[in-house]
């Protein structure tokens, strides 16, 4: 197939790009200790919080933006950036899905995320996140019920205060990097999930979440705690309407797992990537990290990843506890010019401590994406072992992948395997279902998805499903 | 049913068919024997649609539509069916999948709706038995990791699903031993009927042996030079091509 078939087929409108118009009530652009205060006073924080806030803001201060990533992006202008948006009248938040806005419900409807009956259908708790502050929360009484609490972080700051400030900021320290502490100073949302001992939480924990008012960065924190024998799975999916400025997110992202505890984290991502110049889309710079913390603990993060013009995320797990399990299934799909950095680190402290990484790339059009991956064994993770597979599939040849896996082994006993291959897009496979009757579409979303089936049987089955609709809209177009 | 006139074909500038002829009526079988590299698979290629062949003269009809003016699709979809010398592994995707999507592709140009799953599934399951075939490779990835001989008897499965006007197999019989030849040929076989016919390319008399051809051709450096009826190939088997081209020189 000539390239520039290739590059049309790949080409097609962000379809999920439209506004909301809600009243937000927004800080004027501009960052200092008192927009600070500002935030912390909204959301009605006790002073421990802002203190630490202030603490964070401090050393961000000192701190440098990373340069090192494979992405290239213009310097970033954190005062142009307003820190604080919410719908009018917070205190007069909805209670049930029916005082909800039609008009947010109706873009849960644009995006194929018709609440009401996912809801109800899954049998999903979902905690959706509008701008910064959580508009409805269901299942809220099943999961009390169970003993877990699931709730905005905002809500577990003034609720329970104790859990939070027994766990908030020891996975991430707030001097971690720059986006790490820019987020501990400012963040206004996000989940905060805490499982007792020896539950396993009755149901799938979701949160979507959306960027919305213009010129707004989202600063979200996500905190998940799992006691001994508790288990939970967590799916977070994101996307967001056209623009034309590029918008900052910079979330962090924490996961405690005790003794004998299982989190499952599950991202399906459909950020706008900009316009075929790039133009407009989400900048996503991420923390996200898994602290095995307790012996035997398992923590998985599988993510599909479609949206961003620029990505700079490596979902990571410290392994400390004897014979703790770190996995990461990982599918990154970059189109038109979008540049993606991404990656896991792995790090073996405990003995016999055990991680798996899958990661697949997807380039087309111009986009161009690295995997970035460490697995550092520490000298007393005696028989540690590692297994890597990294592919990269390229469609059309005006992209690239790139991988950079390296290796710190500080202890002989330990096994790490790696295994990569980089494949074009089989001119031959393309021709062999089109020589089937299959149109080069279905053909050429049937190769990728068969291409991602190893991370896509990772994710929670009804999700499974909506990440292969997403990765066929990502690479859908008009066939010339 | 198919008519090819005067088809020259060129591949990075270099010509591989030089001005083929070649008419097959419903019903019929036709063999296309030649030596390596004569254009065997360029012949198929280029009436499936494959990319990276240039039709620099001369015309390709079936049933009357122009093929040159038809997507890969639309002409597979219109019952015209490549079986590949070397069939493509695509990892991941079920072989059941592509057979139900290719399905579901032919009947939606009919104009008839999908084809419901227990129909489907039974479907599937004769046709496999017929080709000797469990129904574990049902649930693999296509082609992926199968030995030479299943990749073949895949193809044919294809074709009993698919059910194809015209099945072009290009090499259906090579890296098959003598049972699954066998297999293979009652699969084939099966295909014919007065509406259906068959273009199979073979560098050996034994599969005609099973599956008896109408006519013989055979195709060097680009041009038929000789056709005749199956005991041609019987001569070609115990005389090879020499003979042929100097016939053709001559
Ligand atoms: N992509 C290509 N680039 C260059 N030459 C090609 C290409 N494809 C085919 N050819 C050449 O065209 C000629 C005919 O090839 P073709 O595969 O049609 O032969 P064949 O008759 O099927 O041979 P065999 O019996 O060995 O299968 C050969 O010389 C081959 O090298
Ligand atoms: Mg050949």
């Known amino acids: 197939m000539a390239s520039e078939e290739m590059e ?98 109706e873009t849960y409807e644009k995006l194929g995320i018709p609440l009401h009956e996912r809801a109800a259908l899954a049998g999903v708790a979902v905690d959706a996140v509008f701008d910064s502050v959580s508009v409805t929360t269901t299942f809220k009484e099943k999961l009390f019920e169970a003993g877990v609490i699931f709730c905005s972080i905002s809500e577990a700051i003034r609720d329970y205060p104790e859990l939070v400030r027994q766990y908030l900021g020891t996975v991430v320290p707030r001097s971690d990097n720059y986006f790490a502490a820019l987020n501990s100073a400012v963040f206004t949302d996000g989940s905060f999930v805490y499982v007792p001992e020896g539950v396993t939480c009755p149901m799938e924990l979701s949160t979507y979440f959306r960027i919305n008012a213009a010129n707004t960065g989202q600063f979200e924190r996500t905190l998940i705690v799992c006691d001994n024998k508790a288990q939970v799975s967590y799916l977070e999916g994101c996307t967001a309407p056209m623009r034309d400025e590029n918008q900052l997110h910079a979330a962090v992202v924490e996961l405690v797992a005790l003794e004998d505890a299982y989190i499952k984290y599950s991202t399906v991502q459909n950020w706008y990537p900009g316009d075929e110049e790039g133009k407009g889309g989400i900048y996503n710079f991420v923390t996200k990290r898994g602290d095995c913390r307790g012996d035997r603990s398992r923590i998985s993060w599988t993510q599909v990843e479609t949206g961003s013009a620029i990505t700079w995320k490596y979902p990571s797990c410290m392994l400390r506890g004897k014979e703790s399990i770190g996995e990461f299934y990982s599918v990154a799909v970059t189109n038109g010019r979008q540049q993606a950095d991404t990656g896991t680190k792995m790090i073996h402290i405990g003995e016999g401590t055990r991680s798996t990484i899958v990661a697949k790339g997807i380039a087309a059009g111009r986009s161009d994406q ?28 005006q992209c690239g992948a790139h991988t950079f896996p390296y290796q710190e082994i500080g202890n002989s006993s330990a096994t790490v395997e790696h295994e990569a291959t980089t494949s074009k897009i089989a001119d031959d496979q393309l021709f062999y279902c089109r020589a089937r009757g299959i149109d080069e579409e279905d053909a050429v979303s049937m190769i990728v998805n068969g291409f991602c089936k190893d991370v896509f049987q990772e994710l929670p089955m009804e999700f499974a499903v909506e990440a292969e609709a997403l990765l066929n809209v990502t690479l859908e177009g008009s066939v010339g | 049913m198919l008519e090819v006139k005067d088809l020259h074909v060129t591949v990075e500038d270099k010509a591989i068919l030089k001005g083929l002829n070649l008419t097959v009526q419903p019903g019929e079988v036709h063999a296309i024997m030649g030596p390596n590299g004569a254009g065997k698979s360029t012949l198929s290629a280029v009436i499936a649609g494959k990319d990276g062949y240039e039709v620099t003269q001369g015309s390709i009809l079936f049933e009357g539509q122009d093929v040159l003016e038809m997507e890969i699709e639309e002409r597979a979809r219109a019952g015209l069916l490549l079986g590949f010398q070397y069939p493509i592994e695509i990892p991941g995707v079920k072989n059941i999948y592509l057979l139900k999507a290719a399905l579901n592709a032919a009947r939606e140009a009919r104009g008839e709706g999908e084809i419901p799953a227990p129909e489907f599934m039974k479907l599937v399951r004769e046709k496999s038995a017929e080709m000797q075939m469990d129904t574990s490779f049902l649930q693999r990835a296509v082609n992926e990791g199968f030995s030479g001989g299943e990749k073949k008897r895949n193809e044919i499965l294809q074709m009993l699903v698919l059910q194809p006007k015209l099945a072009m197999l290009d090499e259906i019989d090579s890296g098959l031993d003598i049972d699954a030849m066998k297999v293979v040929a009652k699969g084939v076989n099966s295909l014919r009927s007065a509406d259906r016919a068959i273009l199979l390319v073979t560098h050996y008399q034994r599969l005609l042996n099973h599956i008896e051809p109408d006519r013989v051709h055979v195709l060097v450096d680009g041009r038929i030079v000789k056709s005749g009826d199956k005991s041609l190939a019987l001569e070609l088997e115990s005389r090879g091509y020499d003979w042929v081209l100097e016939e053709s020189v001559a």
């Open chain 1, 370 to 397: 690295a995997y970035r991956g460490l697995v550092k064994i520490g000298p007393r993770a005696k028989g540690a072992r590692n297994y890597t597979q990294c592919d990269s599939l390229l469609i059309g040849d």
């Open chain 1, 8 to 105: 049309q087929l790949v080409r097609r409108e962000y379809k999920q790009g439209f506004v909301t118009d809600i009243e937000s009530e927004t800080v004027p652009p501009g960052l200092d200790e008192s927009v600070i205060a500002f935030i912390s006073q909204k959301k009605g924080e006790p002073e421990w919080m802002l203190e630490w806030r202030l603490e964070a803001y401090r050393q961000w201060l000192k701190m440098t933006p990373p340069s090192w990533a494979h992405l290239d992006y213009p310097p970033i202008d954190y005062q142009a950036i307003s820190y604080f948006s919410a719908p009018k009248k917070p205190e007069d938040r909805p209670q049930s899905l029916d005082e909800v806005d039609p008009k947010l419900l």
